[in-house]
């Protein structure tokens, strides 16, 4: 998925902002039938009746204007219903977010795909009711181990 | 033993959101708001109300939430407290401007602070801020109210949600916490609906405790329970509650009443009048009746407010002419006229009541102009009754139109929810001339309606006043049967005099005050804002007079109004960083379609909804009930044939029903799944005899123009328990015996004599009626009817 940088500075109307929303979200399985794929005008004033997307910025003439932050609002909670969370527990998690939290949530979820591969981890038994499981993707996992087997010597088979 | 984990660095977490999500699954609070508490002490007809909102941070920055929440639309707000630990801090009452001022420097400054606001009568916002991450506080707000009086019953209601609200016009801005925008129609929308809650609800302890020795206590919503406690009562709901719906408590007092009552505390006094009984006053009447058919009116909402409107329109007399507007956000007319009281019109109509669904927004203005529209001839009287849940945010301008509109008719207001906008019903009644009556769907709405049909027709008294001291509503009130008026003057003369006309004359009263040990300012302040508001709506060039006078009245009283608010500051602690701001959501009212918690459908496929292609709901009960009526007294052919059409008719359409539906996408099935909702509901209700008496009586008054039918009838609902003037049925009684007298002599001395014996409080055995029936020589046949319809 594109960066949604870029918008950091957008102002949007409606109809703009839903377009910014649909482009973020291309590609991105979200939803299923029951919900609506490409976010509109109506998807987006329920959103505002649930509390998940803030009030506007401010209106120009009788038209709203929104910001990167209702963008990514918006990109957020299609995104956690794409990783299978309900509309429901997302009301219970996104107010008081700040933009901060939603940029990493809505752009990272945004790239994995709808079921996420289970991570590969590695188990291993220092000692006897020893384990250590370790994240290959957050460390590295020989140095790791190299240090800890000094620490429990005979340990490792 | 040893455990590792290995250190992660700063980074983001993979899983992204749904990580949050899974972070707060499984904690108990996920909202600012954790609990409601509520202690209501009621004396007389007084109630002082501490509520109690406690909030807690579940966030990890430091937090300024939002609550808007109802209150009493009658109640004065008096005193705000916030509790931090053991300590407790007072508010104090200032011009609004300068309480939001200083809050905001409280916030800047870093101390915990609490604002309170009052936007609507109803409608407060409270805000809390620098609330760090793990802590709570609790804020306590005190609010005192007069309680009404109906029918003898004492009521207290308190709201405990905002419901979604309808909003109409074009927006135009959006300066409030709430999620709506201001629009041309609403100019302050954007301060009124609170977002809302898909799931959860926040619990409710509720505690009232009634002074002195009551009767006849009901609940229409909660369970409660009763705890005989010092001649007094404390109630609670027996179950979990949660903020979803009203809380209404009505008791009666052993108090006999009298004309007059007065109670002084020594600076304002409480005067109450009570409705002398006068004999019916008969007018021939244009009856003009507005249904709200908008969407939030699905499910028992619209089978109640169909009950409502046949009962209403079956206790019209010959003689009248009647009018039907439905609305939702299009504009639907029975006739384009009003139409003459008939059997033809009243068949008609109840097929277009039966007809009517649930569908689109709420656009009452239109309705409630066209109910008003046109000439009423002189020597009738135009009376409007308006049956909705009253869920629109238009306010103000509905309160204008209305009283711009009094001289045409009076406008009586049926509120039909669980959590009914109080509010505005009460507003449009007052300033149409009338009364409003609130109900739950649940409630017996035909007893409610036939308490509205009591009052219809015309008032017992007009231009009431008092004299001796300054009303806080100056204006002369209207007395209708069973609701007393009250005037709140300020002063303490020693002698109260009222007056007022009424069909045999001008009457004057006077009284010498108690004394009263409760405080009457508060009250007094409270009616006196209201009164200074409604006066705002309809003059709004006089703002810059009446603005500071609603002002000064509130600050010197201590009344919460909306140019005013309560602001309180702890200096003692200290937070660093800017507040995160979480708008507290709103649970969906108890017995709202689900359908609502969902995203809009995107718009109905042409020809979907409503109109003469759908299904009618038929209430089976009432045919039932006419049929036994049928088999058991000769019946004419015509409505005979009618009874059994309707069941058969309705079997056909729910064959075709079910073939022209195959199987639709979820979104687009809730319309006809409401109408199938509601027509089981309809079904669930077993026949109520009396009902179906009502219902099948002519317009003329007679059933069938046959006059032992008609006498089987009368004598059937004196069994039942209505007379002419008690009980649920008492038009339909006062109808046919109307008719008798005028048609058959014989028949109306036979029924008079157990009418008689009724309406004097004795009571009315079936054997008693049978011998009647032998002595004056009737048939078996006639009997068994009579009989057959009291077992139902």
């Known amino acids: ?157 | 033993m040893m455990t590792l984990a290995p250190t992660l660095p700063e980074t983001r977490d993979p899983r992204g959101f749904g990580a949050l999500v899974a972070l707060h699954e499984g904690r108990e609070v996920a909202f600012p708001l954790t609990s409601v508490r509520v202690r209501t002490e009621i004396a007389g007809d007084c109630a002082r109300t501490v509520v109690e909102q406690s909030f807690a941070n579940p966030l990890g920055a430091v937090l300024e939430a939002v609550h808007l929440f109802p209150l009493p639309e009658d109640g004065a707000v008096v005193d705000l407290e916030l509790c931090v630990g053991d300590r407790v801090i007072r508010a104090e009452h200032r011009e609004r401007k300068d309480a939001e001022r200083v809050f905001a420097e409280a916030r800047e400054q870093g101390h915990k602070a609490g604002l309170l606001t009052a936007e609507r009568a109803d409608i407060h916002t409270l805000r809390v801020t620098n609330l760090p991450p793990g802590e709570s506080v609790r804020v306590r707000i005190v609010v005192v109210e007069r309680l009404e009086t109906i029918d003898g019953e004492t009521r207290w209601r308190f709201p405990t949600v905002i419901p979604p609200r309808y909003l109409p016009g074009t927006a135009t801005g959006h300066d409030g916490v709430g999620v709506l925008p201001n629009t041309d129609a609403v100019p302050d929308a954007s301060r009124l609906q609170p977002p809302m809650r898909l799931a959860g609800g926040t619990p409710l302890d509720l505690e009232v405790h009634v002074a002195g020795p009551i009767a006849g206590v009901r609940s229409s919503l909660h369970a409660i329970r009763l705890d005989l406690d010092d001649g007094g009562m404390r109630l609670a709901p027996s179950a979990t509650s949660t903020c979803d719906r009203d809380f209404v408590l009505a008791f009666k007092t052993r108090t006999a009443a009298v004309a007059l009552h007065a109670w002084t505390d020594g600076k304002f006094t409480l005067v109450r009048v009570e409705p002398p009984i006068v004999a019916r006053h008969v007018v021939p009447r244009d009856a003009v009746f507005v249904v709200d058919i908008s969407g939030s009116m699905s499910g028992e909402k619209m089978v109640a407010a169909k009950r409502a409107l046949t009962t209403a329109l079956h206790g019209l007399s010959p003689g009248d002419r009647f009018a039907l507007i439905a609305f939702d956000d299009h504009l639907e007319r029975f006739r384009p006229e009003l139409v003459v009281y008939d059997d033809a019109a009243l068949t008609a109509a109840d097929k277009w009541i039966d007809a009517l669904h649930p569908r689109g927004g709420t656009e009452m203005l239109p309705a409630l102009q066209a109910a008003f529209d046109g000439e009423t001839p002189e020597g009738r009287v135009r009376t409007v009754l308006f049956v909705t849940d009253g869920q629109s945010q238009d306010e103000e301008r509905l309160v204008a139109a209305v009283a711009n509109r009094r001289r045409v008719a009076r406008l009586f207001t049926l509120g039909i929810d669980t959590a009914v906008n109080g509010s505005l019903m009460k507003r449009l009644a007052r300033v149409g001339g009338g009364v409003a009556e609130l109900c739950a769907p649940s409630d017996d709405i035909e007893g409610v309606v036939a308490r509205i049909e009591a009052r219809f027709g015309s008032p017992v008294a007009t231009e009431v006043v008092v004299s001796g001291g300054v009303a806080a509503r100056p204006d002369a009130q209207t007395l209708f049967t069973g609701r007393p008026a009250s005037f709140l003057v300020e002063g303490a003369p020693s002698v109260i005099a009222v007056t007022a006309n009424t069909a045999t004359g001008s009457v004057a009263l006077s009284i010498v005050p108690a004394r009263s040990s409760l405080p009457l300012g508060p009250l007094w302040a409270r009616e006196r804002i209201t009164w200074l508001e409604d006066r705002l709506t309809l003059r709004p060039h006089e703002e810059e007079a009446l603005r500071p006078e609603i002002l000064a009245t509130s600050l010197a009283h201590g009344v919460l109004s909306r140019f005013t608010a309560l602001v309180v500051v702890d200096r003692a602690t200290r937070t660093d960083g800017k507040p995160v701001e979480v708008v507290q959501p709103a649970e969906l009212p108890a017995g709202w379609s689900e359908s609502f918690r969902g995203a809009p459908p995107p718009s109905p496929p042409p020809g979907a909804s409503g109109g003469g292609g759908m299904m009618r709901s038929v209430v089976v009960g009432a045919v039932g009930a006419i049929r036994s009526l049928a088999m058991a007294a000769p019946m004419p052919k015509k409505a005979k044939g009618r009874a059994r059409l309707d069941a058969m008719e309705m079997e056909m359409e729910m064959e075709m029903e079910m073939a022209r539906a195959p199987a639709p996408p979820m979104m687009a099935a809730a319309p006809s799944g409401a109408a199938r909702e509601e027509r089981a509901m309809a079904d669930a209700k077993p026949a109520d005899p009396a009902s179906a008496l009502a219902r099948s009586q002519g317009a003329d008054g007679s059933y069938g123009s046959d006059a032992r039918r008609t006498a089987a009838a009368v004598l059937a609902l004196i069994l039942l328990g209505s007379t002419r003037s008690a009980g649920v049925r008492q038009r339909t009684v006062a109808k046919a015996f109307a008719w008798l007298e005028l048609h058959a002599p014989a028949q109306a001395r036979v029924v008079l004599t157990f009418l008689d014996r009724a309406e004097a409080g004795q009571a009315v055995a079936v054997d008693d009626v049978v011998r009647a029936f032998i002595d004056a020589g009737t048939e078996g046949a006639l009997l068994r009817s009579v009989i057959d319809v009291t077992r139902g």
Request: charged share 20%; hydrophobic share 45%.
């Open chain 1, 1 to 157: 998925m594109k960066s949604l940088l870029h918008h950091r500075e957008a102002r949007f109307d409606l109809d703009g902002l839903c377009a910014a929303a649909a482009e973020a979200l291309r590609g991105v399985q979200t939803g299923d039938a029951r919900t609506s794929d490409t976010p509109d005008a109506r998807l987006v004033r329920y959103y505002q009746s649930l509390g998940l997307v803030d009030r506007p910025l401010a209106y120009a003439g009788r038209s709203a204007v929104y910001g990167y932050r209702h963008l990514l609002q918006i990109v957020a909670v299609k995104s956690a219903q794409a990783a299978g969370a309900s509309l429901a527990q997302i009301q219970r998690a996104l107010p008081g977010r700040t933009t901060a939290e939603l940029e990493a949530a809505a752009v990272d979820e945004a790239d994995v795909p709808p079921q996420a591969k289970p991570r590969a981890l590695v188990t291993v038994e220092l000692a006897r009711g020893v384990l250590v499981t370790l994240d290959p993707e957050l460390v590295d996992v020989d140095q790791v181990l190299a240090s800890l087997t000094l620490a429990f010597p005979g340990g490792r088979s």
